[in-house]
């Protein structure tokens, strides 16, 4: 079977004590997030790509990945201190946009290990969260932990017409229109029925329901595999119309 297309099922709920207890000292999310030297390479990040064109990738859309990041592995039981790592993940999963929008995702890791390494991070944990963010784009990414599957589910449910830098382009940008439509996105984690669902209203005077498939079908495979990787499925509602 193709190593790439393996599918490997997550540790067991809980891990190890050592994974599941938080140490006394630990990186917290709150720490990370209100470190000086974090809020520049987020706020570059943004500002590289808003000078090429792309959506919202500032303090809105990494803040939103950190805590739907945090909430999935919460609601599937995963350990408290594993979720917050996904957390400090998806809040910096971006920054390596500050270097260049190709291969943003490794540089990113390396930026993440030497900022969190200079808060006096675990190596242990650093790897989890080096991981996650350099295996969170979709295409060259694949879910080789929890934190790095719940960072995927995170990033790929932020659809909304709040990441639109100017509606006046929508007419022009397929990836703005598509955006603009979106007036509600919602990841549904249904522990009980092991389903992951991410739940749509879209405008379809502005874009129809093809054109979202047309852009992100890349990032609906990947959320697919990040879904089966935490023993879940995957589903996506548009208006309230379940497509897969």
Known sequence: MNQRNRVVAPPA???????????????????????????VYVRGADEALAEIGYTEHGER?????????????????????QAELAAIAGYLH????AVNRDHHAQIGAVI???LLAQLSM???????VMGAIGNHHENDGDPVSPVAAAVILADKSDV??????????IKFDIHDRVNYAVEKSFLNVDEAKKL???????????SQVMEYFEIFMTRMVASRKAA?????????????NRLT
Not at 94 to 97: E, F, K, Q, R, T
């Open 112 to 114: 993440a290990m030497q």
């Open 196 to 206: 992951i669902t991410l739940e749509l209203t879209i405008d379809t005077a502005i």
């Open 122 to 128: 675990a190596d242990v944990e650093i790897a989890q």
């Open 160 to 169: 909304h017409r709040t990441r639109v830098r100017n509606p006046d382009m």
């Open 228 to 240: 089966t990787y935490l023993g879940t499925s995957f589903g996506l509602t548009v208006n309230g």
């Open 13 to 39: 709920v809980g891990g190890s004590t050592a994974e599941a207890a938080t140490p006394p000292d630990a990186v917290t999310f709150e720490s990370v997030r209100e470190n000086p030297r974090v809020r």
């Open 94 to 97: 971006d920054i390596g946009n």
């Open 61 to 81: 859309h990494v803040g939103l990945v950190a805590h739907i990041a945090f909430n999935t592995l919460r609601r599937l039981g995963f350990p408290e201190r």
